[in-house]
């Protein structure tokens, strides 16, 4: 059975933290992994990474993908309380769904 | 920017009754899918749809649920009857051409409670 599995599932920081988010899986036929921040209703959209070693960044972002070991990791640095979210892995397979790991809470303090 | 629309926001119904929650994709995306979250738990897939027919059903999606493009813009998820456990925010997404290439985008949501 496909299957995303995030950690921490929760984190709490201060500000200027820099935090990581890590994201394993088991997924047949894997064509990418996406990043989305789920603040209060739809996830949007951060990154999606199909090849290993290639990071990929936006501002404090970055995310990473490793297919030989099956995980990715996001970086977040120097962190703000606008970052507090619900971050979501997911991994679309062949066909095009989204497998969805179960999230990992950041709450960053002021 | 072009984005997703679903209405309604939240819809309150009661078990047995059927319902529709209608998705508005974005213009040139070719590439559909119905996804839930109960609340507290993951993002699940439902259903993709391409070239107007499923490409891809979960079990979830039962013979209770139906998606339809009746129109070219609209996309349509539709409960019969709906069951206490149908609770549960639906997100509509689409994507580009390309099942798997291109980032899929997400509207803001259709919480649905079944009382």
């Known amino acids: 059975e496909d299957k995303v599995v995030q950690s921490p599932l929760s984190l709490v920081v201060h500000e200027g933290d820099t935090v990581t988010l890590n994201c394993s899986y088991e997924?047949?036929?894997?064509?990418?992994l996406l990043w989305y921040k789920q603040e209060k209703k739809a996830p949007t959209f951060l990154f999606m990474l199909?090849?290993?070693?290639i990071e990929k960044k936006s501002g404090r972002l970055s995310s990473i993908l490793d297919k030989k070991e099956l995980f990715s990791i996001l970086n977040i640095t120097a962190t703000q309380t606008g970052d507090s979210a619900v971050y979501l892995c997911?991994?679309?397979?062949?066909?095009?769904?989204?497998?969805f790991g179960q999230g990992t809470e950041l709450s960053v303090k002021p | 920017e072009p984005e997703v629309t679903q209405t309604p926001s939240h819809q309150v119904t009661q078990m047995g009754q059927e319902v529709i929650l209608r998705c508005v994709p974005i213009?040139?995306?070719?590439?559909f899918y119905w996804y839930r979250q109960i609340l507290g738990q993951k993002v699940e897939f439902l259903v993709s749809?391409?070239?107007?027919?499923?490409?891809?059903k979960s079990e979830i999606f039962d013979d209770q649920f139906s998606v339809e493009r009746p129109d070219g813009s609209n996309f349509t998820l539709k409960i019969r009857s709906t069951k206490l456990e149908d609770s549960a925010m639906y997100f509509c997404?689409?994507?580009?051409?390309?099942?798997?290439?291109?980032?899929?985008?997400f509207g803001e949501g259709s919480r649905l409670t079944v009382l």
């Open positions: 997924v047949t036929n894997f064509r990418s």
């Open positions: 213009s040139n995306h070719l590439y």
């Open positions: 749809f391409y070239n107007n027919e499923i490409s891809e």
């Open positions: 997911a991994v679309r397979n062949q066909g095009g769904k989204l497998i």
């Open positions: 199909t090849s290993s070693g």
């Open positions: 997404a689409s994507s580009e051409q390309g099942a798997w290439t291109g980032e899929l985008f």
